[in-house]
């Protein structure tokens, strides 16, 4: 049997007493608002983990100096120095010694294969006592060639044309918000490739950006937009989730416009039209375009590609300028851009049944990226004829 401890000899586990004098009002005001919040169920570590900024690696930097943690304060540890000792390190050991010493070795590795891709000129004839052959001169006379004046690479090259390319993106403005849409095709060419592209970006909840054109430049916009997002979240989010100022459409309009007139005048435009969807800054429904020449329009009823024929007429018979806005309602924008949908996929030959709709209002973006076009009929195929001579 064993023997039970000795009490008397267990440390004192009692709780310490309050240090003297009352808490900072500051810090009992900040508890106050955690234990409000706990009790609605919002916790802080819940909101840390949903964070989409906090999971941005870059943001160590910025967090390491909220904290007031150093770039030596971060390898402190508890164990002695004996087995752990930051500040004996050698100074080749740190981040920036070894950047410059990749730095070198890569510049070194790029020198010798300099040195190995020199051209040697073979001679036609043998030279003359002159020291100058036909077509090599002598080294012991003009000294070696220097192989660092030949180009290495070929000049930049930027994209003449598109290959993979989506074709319209339609947007018609109602009286609470915007209705757009985009199919979910990406032609190869002339060839249906890709029938899963999402070519409607939804952006911090509050807008939506309908992407023609490009693919590959429309991925590069994702990833521009993504890490926008970002930012803002990270520079406007508070602890309870609410946000104090964010971008609005208007807002991402005018980035996104400036951002393909700089490509352009960089001769490299991003090869899209864009169409921005969503509220403005006074809460007003907003609908703007910008093209690769980072030309922008705004107007009730917008669309691109094949849309812009197709499409607008029967949007502008529903929206027909602002003062139609006001009075249509969601349902029939809905119904609108549905029929343009349908009537681009009778005629547009780079148009697929299926694409995406998002409505976007005061409450959010309520986007579907996989709906399926209805009511489809081909009777109308029957009564079109070709340009040749027509035979009864």
Not at 139 to 167: C, E, F, K, R, W
Not at 202 to 212: C, D, L, Q, R
Not at 357 to 372: F, H, R, S, W
Request: charged share 20%; with cysteine.
């Amino acid at each position: 049997m064993a023997s039970l401890p000795d009490l008397n000899r267990l440390p004192n586990l009692d709780i310490p007493p309050s240090p003297p004098g009352s808490p900072p009002a500051s810090t009992t005001a900040k508890f106050t608002n955690f234990l409000e919040l706990k009790k609605k169920g919002i916790h802080f570590n819940d909101k840390l983990a949903q964070s989409s900024a906090l999971k941005n690696p870059s943001l160590l930097a910025k967090l390491m100096g909220f904290a007031g943690v150093d770039d030596k304060a971060q390898y402190a540890s508890s164990l002695p120095t004996s087995v752990w000792d930051p500040d004996a390190f050698p100074a080749w050991a740190y981040k920036d010694a070894l950047a410059k010493s990749q730095k070198d070795l890569q510049k070194q590795l790029e020198e010798e294969k300099a040195q190995r891709q020199a051209l040697e000129f073979v001679p036609a004839a043998a030279p003359d006592d002159s020291g100058r052959g036909p077509a090599n001169p002598r080294d012991d006379v003009y000294g070696t060639y220097n192989a660092s004046y030949l180009q290495q690479s070929h000049p930049n090259q930027h994209t003449q044309s598109p290959i993979v390319t989506g074709t319209s993106v339609i947007a018609v403005k109602f009286k609470d918000g915007v209705v757009i849409a985009a199919d979910n095709l990406a032609s190869y060419g002339s060839l249906a490739r890709f029938t899963d592209v999402k070519r409607l970006l939804p952006f911090a909840e509050t807008s939506i950006v309908g992407i023609g054109g490009d693919v590959s430049d429309m991925q590069y916009i994702s990833r521009l937009l993504n890490s926008l997002d970002i930012q803002e979240a990270y520079s406007s989010s508070t602890l309870d989730g609410s946000s104090d100022a964010h971008l609005n459409a208007q807002n991402l309009h005018t980035y996104l416009s400036k951002v393909l007139y700089k490509r352009r005048s960089s001769f490299n435009p991003l090869w899209n039209q864009l169409l921005v969807a969503g509220l403005d800054g006074e809460g007003k429904p907003f609908l703007s375009s910008a093209d690769l020449l980072g030309t922008t329009f705004s107007a009730p009823t917008l669309a691109t590609g094949f849309g812009a024929h197709l499409a607008q007429p029967i949007l502008r018979r529903v929206v027909s300028d602002e003062k139609d806005v006001a009075t249509t309602d969601r349902e029939t924008a809905l119904a609108a851009v549905r029929e343009c949908m349908k009537v681009l996929f009778y005629r547009d030959a780079r148009s697929m049944d299926r694409y995406s709709i998002a409505v976007v209002t005061k409450d959010g973006v309520d986007l579907k990226q996989d709906e399926q076009l209805e009511g489809q009929s081909w009777a109308f195929a029957e009564t079109i004829r070709g340009y040749g001579t027509q035979v009864n």
